[in-house]
T-cell receptor, first 114, second 114 residues
Framework: GDSVTQMEGPVTLSEEAFLTINCTYT??????LFWYVQYPGEGLQLLLK?????DKGSNKGFEATYRKETTSFHLEKGSVQVSDSAVYFC?????????????FGRGTQLTVWP | GAGVSQSPSNKVTEKGKDVELRCDPI?????LYWYRQRLGQGLEFLIY????????KSGLPSDRFSAERTGESVSTLTIQRTQQEDSAVYLC????????????FGAGSRLTVL
């Protein structure tokens, strides 16, 4: 079945460092892809998405490009901040009967030090 | 309300007891989802509501788990005769329509079964 695989965490960076969190997917066809973020004490929230191959999603300085050749949707940010410390989840939708159901990766804990 | 509200935020119970977890979705959101996140694992889908009906209960792990939703609003997830492996964070999410794929999550209910 469809699934996503995320790089294992945790990731620890200094402020202004470059961030990459890897995500690869397994799916038939080209589903939409999502990154969700969970800040401490809060619920998951959508960070960015891409709905078709070669699309780039971006938000809050984060970017991810939907690459069908490598079945990847890696999350990147050029210069992280302490406030980016959170857990990041890659996800893709169930294309069966349950619309809106998402398959999530295990999550990657990011800690940014000043 | 402004966001998805879940209660209790933390629950510690003894093995064999029943627990109820509550989710109050965003007003007007017709679709509601329950997920579970066990330590070190990704989010597991449990059940989906469209309005008051539950077309997909496929993720409920056993018959000890049940959920209901009344009035296209509040949902309750009930776990009977809790076991230690039920310890997890239970997350509720809602969306305006089931096809939106953009879910708004609550902060979760952390359940610890001793």
């Amino acid at each position: 079945g469809d699934s996503v695989t995320q790089m294992e965490g945790p990731v620890t960076l200094s402020e202004e460092a470059f961030l990459t969190i890897n995500c690869t997917y397994t799916a038939t066809g080209y589903p939409s892809l999502f990154w969700y973020v969970q800040y401490p004490g809060e619920g998951l929230q959508l960070l960015l998405k891409a709905t078709k191959a070669d699309d780039k999603g971006s938000n809050k300085g984060f970017e991810a490009t939907y690459r069908k050749e490598t079945t990847s949707f890696h999350l990147e940010k050029g210069s992280v901040q302490v406030s980016d410390s959170a857990v990041y989840f890659c996800a893709l939708p169930d294309r069966g009967s349950t619309l809106g159901r998402l398959y999530f990766g295990r999550g990657t804990q990011l800690t940014v030090w000043p | 309300g402004a966001g998805v509200s879940q209660s209790p935020s933390n629950k510690v119970t003894e093995k064999g007891k029943d627990v109820e977890l509550r989710c109050d979705p965003i007003s007007g959101h017709t679709a509601l989802y329950w997920y579970r996140q066990r330590l070190g694992q990704g989010l597991e889908f449990l059940i989906y509501f469209q309005g008051n009906s539950a077309p997909d209960k496929s993720g409920l792990p056993s018959d000890r788990f049940s959920a209901e939703r009344t009035g296209e609003s509040v949902s309750t997830l009930t776990i009977q005769r809790t076991q230690q492996e039920d310890s997890a964070v239970y997350l509720c999410a809602s969306s305006y329509t089931s096809g939106a794929n953009v879910l708004t999550f609550g902060a979760g209910s952390r359940l610890t079964v001793l």
